[in-house]
Structures are given as structure tokens and as C-alpha cells.
């Protein structure tokens, strides 16, 4: 009889790393990671764009696993993008592989591909036996500077982005720089935003870099893209590990700056809208509000507007003037759907400094309508003008 309260303290390696040419023989990183597991099965997964840009991916996979005698079950390559996460079939049909192979909770699930893939591959491995480890890959700008490096995973459900996921920390996270050769000019550049945006909340220093260094970036210049991809995937992870609630216990969440109204936004534009330039949208967005409402400097909230436009990312999309039948704006309903995913009181974070955020719980939505029409008066300008720059 009575009450017990037991404390569970976890204590999980998040193995983070970079490098360049995963699969050459003689880059034994991987190789390392994996025999401190001590597993010996192994079943990759590749994207099929991936796969299809890296035409001697598998024969390299294959060989590299061959020569250190790992129990090999083979390479499957599976599709990927925003579409893969609309409905639970990728996911089952990894289930289906990793029972097929016998993937059990000491072997590795090797997966290779986009932020997309990543999530439906993610949740497959979360789920299946209750958690099996998962190597990731990432091979866009995004997936390597944010999502691949985080804890979680998800797909989407009943018209909600990440509706349904797991937080399950990956066994090991590759950034292997190669692979963001083959991505389109535009899947490279736009995952810059999440650059900007872990720069904004944790890191000043790193947003300054982020405006000096602009017009390489701007270039996608590779030194300056991959350092860039580095420190924020490093802030996104160190956040993570040290931030306090890895798992998103409270109501906050500053790695979602921006972020209520993206999500709305992608589901509002049947995710013709990416994930990368719904954020830019709404860092803009949130940042214009953060002067508006009087807690940042409107020179700042500026410097943010000339980062976003000077990496040709947008200020807008048509959607944001989708109304409902009295008049208002459909992506305001971002907030709650937000709300009821971190559960608990709004939390949402503006900015104080460029480097500093603060949450607040409530967001006037006249100010945030004054702040939409400016940012579609800014692209319309944008349009005419072309972009500036800082
Ligand atoms: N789990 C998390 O913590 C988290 C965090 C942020 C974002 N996300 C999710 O990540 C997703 C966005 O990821 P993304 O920006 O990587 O987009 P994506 O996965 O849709 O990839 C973009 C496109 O690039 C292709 N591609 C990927 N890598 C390539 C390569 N190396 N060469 C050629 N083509 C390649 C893909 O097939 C796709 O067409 C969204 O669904 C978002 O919700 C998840
Ligand atoms: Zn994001």
C-alpha cells in the first residue's frame, strides 16, 4: 500500500559528428561508432533522390560493411520528402523490413537521406521493438544543421504537421559534408534558415558571423556553408544536451522560434511550401512582432529581415491572406494547434537581443496582422528591387 516514487535518471550518449567520404575504406568513423555498440547486424536505408544523385552509393555501403565483417542484410532504397510523412506507409514498410532482416534492438538501422526520410525512418526504428538504434545520415543543409542532429521524430496527422512521433535520441548522427554536393540550389540554401534561427534564440556572436559572412553564404560558398552548418548543428545538439528538457517536458521551446506559424503555413499551402521557407517566413514574422511589440530594437529586427532576404529566402507566401468566413486570417490558428502540441500554456519565443529570446504567452493578433501585411508589402518590394543584402 502506499505511494513510491522512483527517480529515473537517463543518461544517453548523443553522438554527434562530422565528416567527409563516410564510406571510403579508410574512414573508420563510422566504423568506430558502430563497435562501441557492440552490434553486429546491419540494414541500411537510402533515399531514393539520394541514391539516385550517388550512383555507386551502395556498391561503396556494401564494401565498406564487407571489409570490417559486419553481418550485412542489405541496402534498401525507399522514397523520401515532405510526401513520405503524410501517412503511415513508409513507416510500415520499414517495420516490415527490419522484422524481415531481423533488426533487433542490438543491431543498426543505417538511414541516408533528407529531414523528411529521416523522420518517417525515425519513427519506424522508435517504434519498432519499442526502439531499435538508428544511425542517421542527413544529406540536405537542413537535416544536418537541425533535424538530424535532434532527439526526435514524427510524421503528420490529421492535417498537423509531426502530429504523431517519438523522442528517441539516434544512436549516432554522420554529417558527412559530401553529400550536400548533389542537393538542388535551393534545398541547399534553404536550410540556412535553421542556421539563423539557433543563432537568433542561443547565439549572438554566431548571428554576427552569420551577417559578415552573408555574401559567401549567400554564394553557397562551401567552407563558409559547412561552417555554418557545423556551429549550428553544434548549437542545435548543445541546446539539446544541455538545455534542461531534451524531451520537451514544459511549455517551452526556443529551437521553435518562428515556428507557429511555419508549421500552419506548410499545411496551409498543401506543403507545396518546404519546411525551410515556411521558417523563414515565420522568423520574419516573429522578429517584425518582437519590435512591434516593443522588446527588440527595430534596427535588429532589420538585420534579421537583410539575412532572409540576402540569402534569397522568402518574406511570404499567399497563403498567409487564407481567411475564414468572419474575416480572419487561417494561419492565427497556428498558435493554438501549437499550444495543444507543447501542451500546457502559449509559450512562444520573440526576441529580445539577436542571440536572446524570451517567451511570452500571448500574441496580440492585430499587431501580428500589422506585422503580415508589412511582410507582404516588403516582398512586393523585394519583387520589384530584387534583394539587398547586408
Ligand atoms: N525531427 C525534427 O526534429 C525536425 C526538425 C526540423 C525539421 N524537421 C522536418 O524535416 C523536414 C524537412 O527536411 P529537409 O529540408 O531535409 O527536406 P526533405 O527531406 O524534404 O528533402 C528535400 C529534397 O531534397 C532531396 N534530397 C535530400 N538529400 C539530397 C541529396 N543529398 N541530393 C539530392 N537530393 C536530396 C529529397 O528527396 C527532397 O526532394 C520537414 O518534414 C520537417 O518537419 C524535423
Ligand atoms: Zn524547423
Redesign the pocket.
Known sequence: MGRHDFQIELNIKHRVCFTRDAFAVSNRLLAGILEEGGGRRVLVLV????A???QGLAARVEAYFADLGFDWRGLEVV????AV?QDEQLVKRIWRMIDREHVDRHSYLIAI???????AV?FAAATAHRGVRLVRF??????QD???V?????I?AFCK??WV?AFAVPFAVINDFS??????EG?RR??LI?AVKVALVKDGSFFDWIYQNLERLEKLDEPVLEECVERSALAHARHIAEGGDPFETGSSRP?DFGHWAA?KL?QLSDYSL???DAVAIGVALDSLYSARCGLLRQLDAERVIDVIVGLHLPLWHEALDLRDETGRRLVHQGREEFREHLGGELTILLLRELGRGQDVHHLDEGLVDACLDDLRRRHGLVRRVGPVGG
Open positions: 533515399e531514393e533522390r539520394v539516385a544523385a550517388w522514397p523520401g520528402g515532405e510523412k537521406g533528407g529531414g523528411a526520410f529521416l523522420d525515425g542527413p544529406t540536405t543543409t537542413l537535416a537541425d533535424s538530424g535532434g532527439v526526435k521524430c514524427a503528420n504537421k509531426n512521433g553529400f550536400l554536393h548533389t542537393q538542388t534545398t534553404v536550410g535553421e529551437l508549421h506548410e518546404g519546411h525551410g
